[in-house]
């Protein structure tokens, strides 16, 4: 499995979602856009991603790219199936892909950004769109609460 973090602009969500990852067993991290990479231009670790993911951003594979359409191309060419997780009128509860017809390995799960989300430009990449579905009155979780809930969920799934 691995992740794509579009525009996430929290030092401290990317630092969650690194330490999610290792802990689910994720492949690799793409940092799409302005998404903060564990280092900066310098090369030292960022200390606000660092304080949460406890070592995770030295654990887990991961590159910065600019734009996400090239990743996912490049992805898309190596056999990968690219879900968006995002509110949409065309998604489907993230817990309605059948494990026969997916293969974990093989996924790659889009993320965007904590309040405008996923750009309908990046929304048209995916092979399909999951959401979370919310049963209170708050419409969203926070991104690196809904990586959580989707990548376990999957691998509950057998997927």
Known sequence: ?????????????????????????????????????????????????????LGAEKTISWEKKNGVAAVVRKLRAEGYKIFAVEQDPRSVPYYSLLPTRYSLPRVALMFGNEVRGLPPSVLKLADKILEIPMLGRKESLN?????????????EKGM
């Open 1 to 53: 499995m691995i992740l794509l973090l579009h525009n996430i602009r929290s030092l401290h969500n990317v630092g969650s979602i690194f330490r999610t990852a290792d802990g689910a067993g994720v492949e690799k991290i793409y940092l799409c856009g302005y998404t903060p990479a564990p280092v900066d231009r310098w090369g030292k670790y960022r200390p606000q991603i660092s304080k949460v993911a």
């Open 143 to 155: 991104v690196s609460v809904s990586v959580g809930v989707v990548v376990y969920g999957l691998l």
